[in-house]
Nanobody, 124 residues
Framework: QVQLVESGGGLVQAGGSLSLSCVAS????????MGWFRQAPGKDREFVSA????????LYADSVKGRFIISRDNAKNTVYLQMSSVKPEDTAVYYC?????????????????WGQGTQVTVSS
């Protein structure tokens, strides 16, 4: 059974930092491309960032470029999202996702497995 478990969410002040983790079980992480998405209340799920299986290529939404960093440690079956200079508009539930093949990195339908999400709240 595949599980993706996010952690690290919480309440942070604007301008602060937060680090999210996603631990995968039931799959070999090095065989999967990984992504982070977020969903704010009343809004669609939105692409945040993605990283190829090898870690040699990353992609970011324009809204987080220069502020967030995605990374992975395949030996630990873990993917990370380092968030800095956070803004109130970053408030959302953040989801980790896994894809074996990706045609459109920013499309949720490209991803096979999803975590339950972790809440990030940024206060102004």
């Amino acid at each position: 059974q595949v599980q993706l478990v996010e952690s690290g969410g919480g309440l942070v002040q604007a301008g602060g930092s937060l680090s999210l983790s996603c631990v995968a079980s039931g799959l070999t992480l090095s065989n999967w491309h990984m992504g982070w998405f977020r969903q704010a209340p009343g809004k669609d799920r939105e692409f945040v960032s993605a990283i190829r299986w090898s870690g040699d290529s990353t992609l970011y939404a324009d809204s987080v470029k220069g502020r967030f960093i995605i990374s992975r440690d395949n030996a630990k079956n873990t993917v990370y999202l380092q968030m800095s200079s956070v803004k109130p508009e970053d408030t959302a539930v953040y989801y980790c996702s896994a894809a074996s093949r990706v045609r459109l990195w920013g499309n949720p339908s490209s991803y096979t497995y999803w975590g339950q999400g972790t809440q990030v709240t940024v206060s102004s």
